[in-house]
C-alpha cells in the first residue's frame, strides 16, 4: 500500500516554530521529488517548497522563502518542513506530495498548522 503519512501539524504562536514530517512506505522514495503545498480556508491550493529526489535542489515560493527549509532523509523515507518566524497567514492544511520525473506522484493526508495567539 502506498503511503506518505504526515504528522508535526498543530497550534503555534506567531513567531513560533514547527516541523512537519511526511514518513513514505510502499514506493522507492528515492526516486520522486517531493513538495509541501498548503491550503487556507477560501484559498486554492498553494506550492510552498519542493526538493528534489537526491536533496541536492530546493525551492520556495516567495511566501515562505527564508523562513521554511525543506529536507529529506531518504534512508528513513522521510521529508521535513522546518516552519520558522510562523505567522498567522500561515495558517493552513499542509499536503506532501511525493512525484517522479515522468509525473508519477502521491499525495498525503493533510495536516493542519494553525498560527495564532
Known amino acids: 500500500q502506498v503511503q506518505l503519512v504526515e504528522s508535526g501539524g498543530g497550534l503555534v504562536q506567531p513567531g513560533g516554530s514547527l516541523r512537519l514530517s511526511c514518513a513514505a512506505s510502499g514506493f522507492t522514495f528515492s526516486g520522486y521529488a517531493v513538495s509541501w503545498y498548503r491550503q487556507a480556508p477560501g484559498k486554492e491550493r498553494e506550492l510552498c517548497a519542493t526538493i528534489s529526489r537526491v536533496g541536492g535542489t530546493t525551492n520556495y515560493a516567495d511566501s515562505v522563502k527564508g523562513r521554511f527549509t525543506i529536507s529529506r532523509d531518504n534512508a528513513k523515507k522521510t521529508v521535513y518542513l522546518q516552519m520558522n518566524s510562523l505567522k498567522p497567514e500561515d495558517t493552513a492544511v499542509y499536503y506532501c506530495?511525493?512525484?517522479?520525473?515522468?509525473?508519477?506522484?502521491?499525495w498525503g493526508q493533510g495536516t493542519q498548522v494553525t498560527v495564532s495567539s
Open positions: 506530495y511525493a512525484v517522479t520525473l515522468n509525473g508519477r506522484g502521491y
